[in-house]
């Protein structure tokens, strides 16, 4: 009788690893892995960075010349149709024939540019709120921006596809 008193308080003693177990590991190394990756994430998407004024340049390509005069300084763009402000017309800065690309009989390149009073290509500059993180430009600290990028925009006169040239600090901007 002694002897499997012994072996009781031998097997009571030992610890017994089973899928409850195993279950609370996974539960508690997700919870560490959620804190890092909160705060580390949210460093590189600028929760800690400052907003700022930027200078968006920008290109329209292959609009109406009359088009040009519903660009005035001031006007607001509107991104993608809903309330999101891409910025604030400051300067347009050139207008030039638009220009189309095609290949000849014989295979080669050819550009010819549309009459002056027909269709035309548009640059300018707009002034924007927002933030530069490591990964890129953060228009009002939640959407991405790129130089090549193109965007749906409206503004009170006029709807466009417009294009990011260049991104700049307005203290810095020419």
């Given at each position: 009788?002694?002897?499997?008193?012994?072996?009781?308080?031998?097997?009571?003693a030992r610890?017994?690893f089973?899928?409850?177990?195993?279950?609370?590991?996974?539960?508690?190394?997700?919870?560490?892995?959620?804190?890092?990756?909160?705060?580390?994430?949210?460093?590189?998407f600028?929760?800690?960075?400052e907003?700022?004024?930027y200078?968006l340049?920008?290109?329209?390509?292959?609009i109406?010349?009359?088009?040009?005069?519903?660009?005035?300084?001031?006007?607001?763009?509107?991104?993608?149709?809903?309330?999101?402000?891409?910025?604030?017309?400051?300067?347009?800065?050139?207008?030039?024939?638009?220009?189309?690309?095609?290949?000849?009989?014989w295979?080669?390149?050819?550009?010819i540019?549309?009459p002056?009073?027909?269709?035309?290509?548009?640059?300018?500059?707009?002034?924007?709120?927002?933030?530069?993180t490591?990964?890129?430009y953060?228009?009002?600290?939640?959407?991405?921006?790129?130089?090549?990028?193109?965007?749906?925009?409206?503004?009170?006169?006029?709807?466009?596809?417009?294009?990011?040239?260049?991104?700049e600090?307005?203290?810095?901007?020419?």
């Amino acid at each position: 009788m002694a002897q499997t008193d012994k072996k009781k308080t031998k097997n009571a003693a030992r610890i017994r690893f089973n899928i409850i177990d195993l279950v609370l590991i996974i539960a508690v190394l997700a919870c560490l892995v959620g804190v890092y990756l909160r705060y580390n994430i949210s460093e590189q998407f600028g929760v800690n960075h400052e907003m700022g004024e930027y200078v968006l340049s920008f290109e329209i390509k292959d609009i109406r010349y009359t088009s040009a005069d519903a660009f005035p300084e001031g006007d607001t763009f509107f991104l993608n149709g809903d309330d999101t402000v891409l910025g604030t017309v400051i300067a347009i800065d050139s207008t030039s024939p638009s220009e189309v690309i095609y290949t000849d009989s014989w295979g080669d390149y050819k550009t010819i540019y549309y009459p002056e009073d027909s269709r035309i290509d548009l640059t300018g500059r707009l002034l924007s709120a927002g933030m530069m993180t490591d990964r890129g430009y953060m228009l009002n600290g939640n959407t991405y921006l790129a130089p090549g990028q193109t965007y749906y925009v409206e503004t009170p006169h006029i709807n466009v596809s417009v294009t990011i040239t260049g991104i700049e600090s307005a203290d810095t901007a020419g």
